[in-house]
């Protein structure tokens, strides 16, 4: 692969401003690779660090965000036997500081010297440069083999799947004939369902406000859809497990009110994963979550190997994320991808941007 000196890259370049811009194509590292970034998906999180930065983020006219991507191997940097060139390849963002003392136990994305690059840390997208471009560097560590089934624009959401495979570890992961409440209907909340049946849960019921993304939670597995509009889902699921509650209620939406509404669905000694990320402060009845010895846990990011987990439950079709990517643009459309993404156009989920191709 011959690989230009310069590259096409978005730049933020003042709040809420991506400038497709041309820049030097980075180069590999020890231990490193370059990565021909073929889909690199528009996040939530991207939204909001385009609003107001995030700790540890480059300056303005020097950050390229984009942390979901996937591509192909460009080049390898020096001691790299691991990948070849031409690999296709998902990318998690995280690579902690490997020194701390969270990172020596795995849990890098928890990593104390987080945003010191200087002790080695990088997190692709937030903290370093990430995959709205033509090429990115990433650490082999946050690199992943993808069989040809798993195809570019899905493969961006890898971070997805790992996300919500590492919740389901912290919360114990055995959910066989679990009666499992999955609130929000967005990507987190859609991958959730399907990682539930996955674990052999009993009922899945997902709750919503739109119908056409609940009707896409019932095509992936839901079993049973409470739109909010049209009914009370505490009362419902209550009912529904004979006044008893949820095993684990999982809550995606970020709402204000759902994290409440996530305690009181809950059975006593019950779990709930937070997944979503309430723009301000929230709240919630301790009494109720102590009284009755329910636990909250939360995780941020993809941690541990649930990455690679995640390539493997992919593999194996017991979850299609295929569905989720309902609109791709060019590199140049990416402000209008990002207003698809945001204002929900179109039905939108999931929208990738495709740097290296002019559709
Ligand atoms: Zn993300
Ligand atoms: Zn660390």
């Not at 009993?202 to 056409?212: E, M, Q, W």
């Not at 859809?225 to 809550?251: I, W």
């Not at 439950?313 to 990416?334: C, D, E, Q, Y």
Request: aromatic fraction near 6%; charge should be positive; glycine fraction near 10%.
């Amino acid at each position: 692969m011959t690989i230009p000196p310069k590259m096409k890259a978005a730049v933020l370049t003042e709040p809420n401003r991506l400038e497709v811009r041309e820049v030097k194509t980075p180069r590999p590292g020890h231990a490193e690779v370059l990565i021909k970034v073929e889909a690199c998906a528009v996040c939530s999180s991207d939204v909001s660090l385009m609003a107001k930065p995030w700790f540890g983020q480059p300056p303005y006219g020097k950050h390229i965000p984009g942390h979901e991507y996937s591509g192909r191997v460009a080049a390898l940097g020096p001691t790299v036997d691991e990948f070849k060139v031409g690999d296709r390849v998902a990318v998690e963002a995280h690579l902690g500081c490997l020194r701390c003392i969270n990172c020596r136990r795995g849990d890098y994305t928890a990593c104390l010297n987080f945003g010191n690059t200087k002790k080695g840390h990088r997190a692709n997208g937030f903290t370093t440069n990430g995959g709205f471009a033509q090429y990115v560097v990433n650490h082999i560590n946050t690199v992943h083999a993808i069989p040809d089934s798993i195809d570019f624009d899905e493969a961006s959401l890898i971070t997805n799947l790992g996300c919500v495979l590492y919740g389901f570890e912290t919360v114990g992961g055995y959910l066989v004939g679990d009666q499992v409440v999955v609130i929000g209907p967005g990507p987190l909340g859609l991958i959730s369902v399907q990682v539930a049946k996955a674990l052999g849960a009993g009922k899945v019921y997902l709750v919503g406000t739109r119908k056409a993304r609940l009707s896409v939670g019932g095509k992936v597995g839901a079993d049973r859809l409470l739109n909010v509009n049209e009914e009370d889902p505490v009362k419902l699921v209550l009912k529904e497990t004979r006044g008893r509650g949820a095993d684990l209620v999982v809550e995606t939406s970020g709402g204000l009110e759902t994290p409440q509404m996530a305690i009181e669905m809950t059975k006593p000694i019950g779990k709930i994963l937070m997944l979503g990320l309430p723009s301000e402060p929230v709240r919630v009845d301790f009494e109720n979550v102590i009284q009755k010895s329910k636990s909250i846990y939360t995780v941020r990011g993809e941690g541990r190997a649930n990455c690679a987990r995640a390539v493997s439950l992919w593999a194996s079709g017991r979850v299609n994320l295929k569905p989720l990517v309902t609109h791709s643009f060019p590199l140049k459309n990416i402000s209008e991808a990002f207003r698809t993404f945001v204002e929900r156009k179109g039905g939108a989920i999931k929208v990738v941007v495709h740097p290296n191709r002019n559709h």
